[in-house]
């Protein structure tokens, strides 16, 4: 199976999915540990619960934001992953993170991108008005959610919903995207042509 390394900052119900799939062998991928930017995120619990190592690397441990982007690097290459999922991480990792799994660090974002990229993807797209709202899962790049997409799902916005039970919603769909996507990359592979991703063998 692929080793997967998943960051949060957050509940982790994404992190729970991927966690529920990965006993399957035929799922092709195992989350072989999580990494957090909080030491009380729920999702390092989640991972504990099942076995899973989990480490928090706050950056207020740290000088400064390079040396922490390259304490998070470290922690997690040490599980050495061939997949980087940031599920619900709510931090920027800049070009030492990014370069150093360039191409194998994917992000699920609650919009659909390039629309409302950034922490507040769903109130933006209800403060916009928009009727579709849904999710992405993207390949990393130096930008903030600007990665070439690999899958994408629509979801109905209601006249009742406010961000909260929007974002639910799209937390629903999310969560089978996510894991989807992240068992296809591990069994197939991933190549970004362009702006364009391409899954399956070359
Ligand atoms: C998810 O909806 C994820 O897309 C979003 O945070 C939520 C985390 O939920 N991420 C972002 O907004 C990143 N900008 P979870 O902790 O329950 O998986």
Request: glycine fraction near 10%.
């Amino acid at each position: 199976s692929a080793r997967v390394v998943v960051l949060v900052s957050g509940a982790g119900s994404n992190l729970a999915a991927l966690l529920a799939a990965h006993d399957d062998a035929a799922y092709g991928a195992r989350v072989v540990g999580v990494v957090s930017d909080r030491a009380d995120a729920g999702g390092l619990d989640l991972a504990r619960e099942a076995g899973v190592a989990a480490v928090a690397v706050r950056p207020g441990d740290f000088e400064d934001r390079a040396a922490w982007d390259a304490a998070v690097a470290q922690a997690v290459d040490v599980f050495r992953p061939d997949v980087v999922v940031l599920a619900g991480f709510m931090r920027i990792l800049g070009p030492a993170f990014v370069g150093r799994f360039a191409g194998r660090t994917i992000n699920t974002h609650p919009a659909l991108l390039p629309s409302f990229p950034g922490a507040h993807g769903v109130r933006d797209a209800l403060a916009h008005g928009v009727k579709v709202a849904g999710c992405t899962v993207h390949v990393v790049d130096d930008g903030v959610d600007t990665g070439p997409i690999i899958a994408q799902v629509a979801v109905p916005v209601e006249d009742a919903d406010d961000e909260s039970s929007l974002h639910e919603r799209i937390k629903i769909a999310e969560r089978a995207l996510l894991v989807e996507t992240v068992g296809r990359v591990a069994r197939e592979g991933l190549r970004v042509e362009g702006r364009r991703v391409v899954l399956g063998p070359r």
